[in-house]
């Protein structure tokens, strides 16, 4: 089998990467970029200070914060009135996985116009588009370095995937002192949202050596320090260990790809509101458990790796151990059901049939190594309900 990767052109990793921003597109010969952000980090002041040093480089930004948790098509009509309005030569995604979804998206309609619909999976688009810049705020989406965006319908409410080259950043600047304010709920949530990144790339249909390599590193480090970076924001290397696997783990599934649990996520999110990463670990222990017979030596790996289970372990021994230290870490993180998140019974089991749907026409769930039908799917929202 041959294996189509691809990385980002640029990579800036370490503590004061942010200050090289400027650098960076400079050096890319760009001068007028978008920084696309949140209301978050504009309010809190993060942004002026990219912006400040983006000008002291010589360039001439312009702030976009109209950013929204799982960005809409709605969302994005600001944002293209914006990046026009600026003649943007570039588009920076400064934020977590939705101000970095959104630049994705905005540096593509900005060139080729249309609707997200006309671009949601499974086409694969190949460009052209604006270059981005990625500048992760959290430790989990991996979207710096991943050739994939997911924007909601505001019509429909289906959180559209998105893939292919032109989705992929151009650079990326990964500075840990951005993550250092994650507060425990978050720094939770992204962490096991690497977790499953890692883990899905690893027992893809479509892993591969070089997307294995990352997967596996990436979920011996998040079993050494997620629980760190959770008790002790200020724990500052198990944090800078947290941020280098969530974008080891975005590289794994970019060039791999995710499976069931993001498939059955992506509705939950739609529907329900619930953040990506929060929507990943309430699946995740179930849908690990339907799918490990048919991988038992994939994911026994993976127990291995995050230090559930010893190497004497048999693969089957270890898979299912797997699942055991899943639902204790998701435990110890304090991941709710949706029925303790509030959502409404009802409700939930009304959209059941409709996410099921989703979810299979996503295309993730068959890269899983049980590719299940639109019942077992319903079965499993069902069981991880309450």
Same mark, same amino acid.
């Given at each position: 089998?041959?294996?189509?990767? &691809?990385?980002?052109?640029?990579?800036?990793?370490?503590?004061?990467?942010?200050? !090289?921003?400027?650098?960076?597109?400079?050096?890319?010969?760009?001068?007028?970029?978008?920084?696309?952000?949140?209301?978050?980090?504009?309010?809190?002041?993060?942004?002026?200070?990219?912006?400040?040093?983006?000008?002291?480089? /010589?360039?001439?930004?312009?702030?976009?914060?109209?950013?929204?948790?799982?960005?809409?098509?709605?969302? =994005?009509?600001? /944002?293209?009135?914006? =990046? *026009?309005?600026? !003649?943007?030569?570039?588009?920076?995604?400064?934020?977590?996985?939705?101000?970095? @979804?959104?630049?994705?998206?905005?540096?593509?309609?900005?060139?080729?116009?249309?609707?997200?619909?006309?671009?949601?999976?499974?086409?694969? #688009?190949?460009?052209?588009?604006?270059?981005?810049?990625?500048?992760?705020?959290?430790?989990?989406?991996? &979207?710096?370095?991943?050739?994939?965006?997911?924007?909601? @319908? &505001?019509? %429909?409410?289906?959180?559209?995937?998105?893939?292919?080259?032109?989705?992929?950043?151009?650079?990326?600047?990964?500075?840990?002192?951005?993550? $250092?304010? $994650?507060?425990?709920?978050?720094?939770?949530? %992204?962490? =096991? @949202?690497?977790?499953?990144?890692?883990? !899905?790339?690893?027992?893809?249909?479509?892993?591969?050596?070089?997307?294995?390599?990352?997967?596996?590193?990436?979920?011996?480090?998040?079993?050494?320090?997620?629980?760190?970076?959770?008790?002790?924001?200020?724990?500052?290397?198990?944090? !800078?260990?947290?941020?280098?696997?969530?974008?080891?783990?975005?590289?794994?599934?970019?060039?791999?790809?995710?499976?069931?649990?993001?498939? $059955?996520?992506?509705?939950?999110?739609?529907?329900?509101?619930?953040?990506?990463?929060?929507? #990943?670990?309430?699946?995740?222990?179930?849908?690990?458990?339907?799918?490990?017979?048919?991988?038992?030596? *994939?994911?026994?790996?993976?127990?291995?790796?995050?230090?559930?289970?010893?190497?004497?372990? %048999?693969?089957?021994?270890?898979?299912?151990?797997?699942? @055991?230290?899943?639902?204790?870490?998701? *435990?110890?993180?304090?991941?709710?059901?949706?029925?303790?998140?509030?959502?409404?019974?009802?409700?939930?089991? *009304?959209?059941?049939?409709?996410?099921?749907?989703?979810?299979?026409?996503?295309? &993730?769930?068959?890269? #899983?190594?049980?590719?299940?039908?639109?019942?077992?799917?319903?079965?499993?929202?069902?069981?991880?309900?309450?």
């Amino acid at each position: 089998m041959v294996a189509s990767l &691809s990385l980002p052109r640029i990579m800036r990793v370490g503590r004061g990467a942010a200050d !090289e921003l400027g650098d960076v597109l400079t050096g890319l010969g760009l001068s007028r970029p978008l920084l696309v952000t949140d209301g978050f980090l504009a309010g809190s002041g993060a942004a002026e200070r990219l912006l400040a040093g983006l000008k002291g480089a /010589g360039l001439h930004p312009r702030l976009f914060s109209g950013t929204v948790p799982d960005p809409t098509t709605d969302s =994005l009509a600001p /944002g293209l009135t914006a =990046l *026009r309005a600026h !003649e943007a030569d570039a588009v920076i995604g400064f934020g977590g996985g939705s101000p970095m @979804d959104t630049a994705k998206a905005l540096a593509l309609l900005g060139v080729q116009g249309g609707h997200m619909h006309d671009y949601k999976a499974p086409r694969v #688009n190949l460009g052209p588009a604006l270059p981005v810049i990625a500048v992760p705020t959290t430790a989990g989406s991996g &979207s710096e370095a991943t050739q994939f965006t997911v924007i909601t @319908d &505001s019509a %429909t409410d289906e959180k559209m995937l998105c893939l292919g080259p032109a989705f992929l950043p151009l650079a990326a600047v990964i500075d840990v002192e951005l993550t $250092m304010s $994650m507060p425990p709920r978050l720094t939770a949530d %992204t962490g =096991l @949202d690497a977790l499953t990144h890692a883990v !899905e790339a690893y027992v893809s249909r479509k892993a591969n050596p070089f997307s294995d390599s990352l997967a596996l590193t990436a979920i011996t480090t998040i079993g050494r320090h997620l629980h760190r970076a959770y008790a002790d924001g200020a724990d500052a290397p198990a944090r !800078e260990a947290m941020m280098l696997a969530a974008t080891q783990a975005g590289i794994a599934f970019s060039n791999s790809s995710v499976a069931l649990v993001h498939g $059955m996520s992506r509705p939950i999110g739609a529907h329900f509101h619930v953040a990506h990463g929060l929507s #990943n670990a309430m699946l995740f222990p179930a849908v690990t458990a339907f799918s490990v017979h048919a991988a038992p030596g *994939r994911y026994a790996d993976c127990a291995r790796a995050l230090g559930a289970a010893p190497p004497t372990d %048999t693969d089957a021994v270890a898979a299912g151990k797997l699942v @055991d230290a899943l639902r204790c870490l998701c *435990r110890d993180l304090e991941v709710p059901t949706p029925r303790a998140y509030g959502i409404d019974q009802d409700a939930w089991a *009304r959209l059941t049939p409709l996410m099921a749907e989703q979810a299979l026409a996503s295309g &993730s769930p068959a890269n #899983n190594p049980v590719v299940p039908t639109t019942d077992q799917i319903q079965d499993l929202y069902t069981q991880i309900y309450g």
